[in-house]
Nanobody, 124 residues
Framework: QVQLVESGGGLVQPGGSLRLSCAAS????????MSWFRQAPGKEREFVAA????????MYTASVKGRFTISKDNAKNMVYLQMNNLKPEDTAVYYC?????????????????WGKGTLVTVSS
C-alpha cells in the first residue's frame, strides 16, 4: 500500500522560504510521477509542481515558476518542494501526490495516491 507523508509546513513571513518533504513508501516509484498540489481556503485543489521519479522532467504552474523547485532523493524515497520568495497567496494546505505512468498530469483526478497535507501560512 503506497503511503505519502508530508512535513515541513508552518508559518513564514512574505519573502521567506520553506522546504516541504514527502516521504514515500509501500511501492516501487521508478514508474511514478510525483506531484505537489495545494488547496487554499474556499478554493479548489490546484497543481503546483511535478517530476518523474526516473529522469529529470519537471513541470510547474506559472505562478510558482522561478520560486519553487521540486526535487527527490532516490535513496531515501523522498520528494521535496523548496519554496522561496513566498507570498501571502501561497497560503494553502500542500499535498504530495503520486501518479502511475510517465506522462505528467496536472489534474487532481489523475492522481492515484495522496498524502494528508501540510499547512503553509504566509503572513506578516
Amino acid at each position: 500500500q503506497v503511503q505519502l507523508v508530508e512535513s515541513g509546513g508552518g508559518l513564514v513571513q512574505p519573502g521567506g522560504s520553506l522546504r516541504l518533504s514527502c516521504a514515500a513508501s509501500g511501492g516501487t516509484f521508478s514508474n511514478y510521477v510525483m506531484s505537489w498540489f495545494r488547496q487554499a481556503p474556499g478554493k479548489e485543489r490546484e497543481f503546483v509542481a511535478a517530476r518523474r521519479w526516473s529522469g529529470t522532467d519537471t513541470m510547474y504552474t506559472a505562478s510558482v515558476k522561478g520560486r519553487f523547485t521540486i526535487s527527490k532523493d532516490n535513496a531515501k524515497n523522498m520528494v521535496y518542494l523548496q519554496m522561496n520568495n513566498l507570498k501571502p497567496e501561497d497560503t494553502a494546505v500542500y499535498y504530495c501526490a503520486a501518479q502511475t505512468g510517465i506522462v505528467i498530469r496536472t489534474t487532481p483526478g489523475a492522481m492515484d495516491y495522496w498524502g494528508k497535507g501540510t499547512l503553509v501560512t504566509v503572513s506578516s
